[in-house]
T-cell receptor, first 115, second 112 residues
Framework: GAGVSQSPSNKVTEKGKDVELRCDPI?????LYWYRQSLGQGLEFLIY????????KSGLPSDRFSAERTGGSVSTLTIQRTQQEDSAVYLC?????????????FGQGTRLTVV | GENVEQHPSTLSVQEGDSAVIKCTYS??????FPWYKQELGKRPQLIID?????GEKKDQRIAVTLNKTAKHFSLHITETQPEDSAVYFC???????????FGSGTQLTVLP
């Protein structure tokens, strides 16, 4: 595709429900990142996928958060038993190789609101 | 892992003045340092980057400098314009992990 695509753009969910956020990276990009951005805050790293390597999950804030990347392409971030503090914009980015000099392109984000 | 610190968190300048944003990093193996601009309600976009084998890079009104010894890099914007108002993020690629770590961001406001 032309860029990184995320869906849905907006998601309102009730506290305690599970949600799935989807990221379609740029075709051929082996590196994929998930970040969380609370209102007016910075980019909090969540998880990083690189090719067939084991993902770096060091940024996931709790065991309610998980992510997978199927076939080295599409990624899904799942939040179980959502809490109000999970409300944020979830950004996905992809880059060609993940190494130095390869630009990371961001999706438009999914705005998650937990009510 | 890598830790990137960014200062200041907010910066206001008069139109036409220069703006400087500074970042430090912890992993001496980091070798790539991009800067992203995020306008209100939009996604972050790359504006300039620098590799560790270069000390300075310039693109029109924007320049980035890198001091590997001090593990410090800075963004310089000259002749600022109102459209430069945005949040700017520095980042570093930690050498072995290749994970992109961001600073906390700087809200730049250019006053007309």
């Amino acid at each position: 595709g032309a860029g990184v695509s995320q869906s849905p753009s907006n998601k309102v969910t009730e506290k305690g429900k599970d949600v799935e956020l989807r990221c379609d990276p740029i075709s051929g990009h082996t590196a994929l990142y998930w970040y969380r951005q609370s209102l007016g805050q910075g980019l909090e790293f969540l998880i990083y996928f690189q090719g067939n390597s084991a993902p770096d999950k060091s940024g996931l804030p709790s065991d309610r958060f998980s992510a997978e990347r199927t076939g080295g392409s599409v990624s899904t971030l799942t939040i179980q038993r959502t809490q109000q503090e999970d409300s944020a914009v979830y950004l996905c980015a992809s880059s060609l190789t993940g190494g130095a000099g390869t630009e990371a392109f961001f999706g438009q984000g999914t705005r998650l609101t937990v009510v | 892992g890598e830790n990137v610190e960014q200062h200041p968190s907010t910066l206001s300048v008069q139109e036409g003045d220069s703006a400087v944003i500074k970042c430090t990093y912890s992993d001496s193996a980091s070798n790539y340092f991009p800067w992203y601009k995020q306008e209100l309600g939009k996604r972050p976009q790359l504006i300039i980057d620098i590799r560790s084998n270069v000390g300075e890079k310039k693109d029109q009104r924007i320049a980035v400098t890198l001091n590997k010894t001090a593990k410090h890099f800075s963004l310089h914007i000259t002749e600022t314009q109102p459209e430069d108002s945005a949040v700017y993020f520095c980042a570093a690629i930690s050498g072995s992990a290749r994970q992109l770590t961001f600073g906390s961001g700087t809200q730049l406001t250019v006053l007309p």
